[in-house]
């Protein structure tokens, strides 16, 4: 298997339905020998799983027969929810966590501020309601906001988009 | 480890994962070019990322002292989560600064070896919280600058600082929004949340004007277009500041284009007493300028207030007990 394949299969630790390819986190695998150099965007700065990845990278990268592997980080660009893959968000939905709608586009001047939570239709992953509510912008992570469905009265996670 | 040697393997350990910050990344910006831009100081650099990781390092312990204190488990959560976005910056920042500055410190060192006097931070971010009320207040002042002044660093001719930037401007609309709903929410609420939410607004008044008071530092990184110039901050933030008050049916004294410059916000300047020269700055009898708040000078230079003192003492406790330490 090429170092590309074996990275793309590593799971992501806070979203382990994810691998890290799904997440879009994976920005580029160069092999030169039985050396790779592998470059990861975090998803947000203060991000905690990175080092995790860092280690689950290495750990698989070394198992698949890799002697020397290097995990870089690049800040820019800078992550969006809009490269979590197709198949990513299937994965996230089965797993009853509402993926993410296209990432906001900026016109120019000073970013817009919101007052009212968002009203922009979100379904319900458990039971497909299209009208659900959202209770805190952060969830148990910074890239999860928490919402309720009024119909089946189950509260779920929906990833931000950024 | 065992359970009888717990604080043994606080340094009994071979993986170099440090207690900083948590995540034990060793380098934040590993792989990431690090060249200094041509023509630039990089001792005003390197003072320039302490100023902003400063403001994001003192920020977030503030914010982290709330965790357990916060009225809804929700709230615990998001304030623990914009602490972690804000940590996350100061990393990036603090790193910046020791490469930039190449003296042999790096962003552990700069975290938990300083005094109060080599910190950089505006004294806005020192702030103990009387209540929740004063809490939002505050962190909708900082993010609101904040996330002005870091959509304008996406342009900066530091590619790191750029890049920090336009990755903070995503978080920090989020700490905004979540500031901003929270005063509407209390200002908009009872007659009591109304007017404690009315009392903090005017209280955090005096702490702003310092964030757009520019430093010499950053004049001259304006000159390299590196850095920002606070100043050209203010009406964005008075526009927020404004829009968020007003739709929390709150009086927006003090913020207003045109009464902004003046630290005793919340009282009228007439009212006050207080002669007035033309820039707003007021003055005492004998015409020379008052000091713009509790002291002289500002938190860009190291003047702070007791409260700085007392996170570090918490912030760097266990780093300075247990030097390399790692967990």
Known sequence: ?162 | MSFDAAYEALTDHDDDARWAYGTGFADPLAGVDDTVPDGVDRGELAAYCLMLGDDALIMSHRLQQWVTRAPELEDELALANIALDLLGQARLLLTRAAEVEDAGRDEDALAYLRDAADFRNVRLVERADADFAHLVARLLVFATWRLALLDRLTTSADPVLAAIGAKGVKEVTYHRDYAAQWVVRLGDGTELSHDRMQAAADEVMPLVDELFRPHPTELRLVAAAVAVDPSTLRSEFDAVWGQVLTAATLRTVGAAPGASGHPTAGVPVEEAGVPVEETGVPVEETGVPAATGPLAGSGRDGAHTAALTDILAELQSVARSMPGGVW
Not at chain 1, 92 to 109: F, N, Q, T, V, W
Request: net charge neutral; proline share 10%.
């Open chain 1, 1 to 162: 298997m090429t170092a590309a394949a074996v990275a793309a299969r590593v799971a992501d630790p806070e979203l382990p339905m994810l691998t890290l390819a799904d997440l879009g986190i994976l920005r580029a695998v160069d092999e030169s020998g039985d050396g790779v150099v592998v470059t990861i965007t975090p998803t947000y700065s203060g991000c905690p799983a990175m080092r995790t990845i860092q280690d689950d990278l290495t750990d698989a990268l070394r198992a698949a027969g890799y002697a020397r592997v290097e995990v870089r980080t690049v800040l820019t660009p800078a992550w969006t929810t809009d490269w979590i893959t197709a198949a990513g968000r299937e994965k996230l939905a089965a797993a009853g966590i509402s993926p993410p709608g296209p990432a906001p586009r900026r016109a120019a001047g000073p970013v817009p501020l919101t007052l009212v939570p968002s009203r922009r239709e979100i379904s319900c992953p458990q039971c497909g309601n299209p009208a659900t509510e959202q209770i805190a912008a952060f969830s148990a992570t910074a890239c999860r906001s928490l919402r309720r469905c009024p119909v089946c009265r189950e509260p779920f996670e929906h990833v931000k988009e950024i």
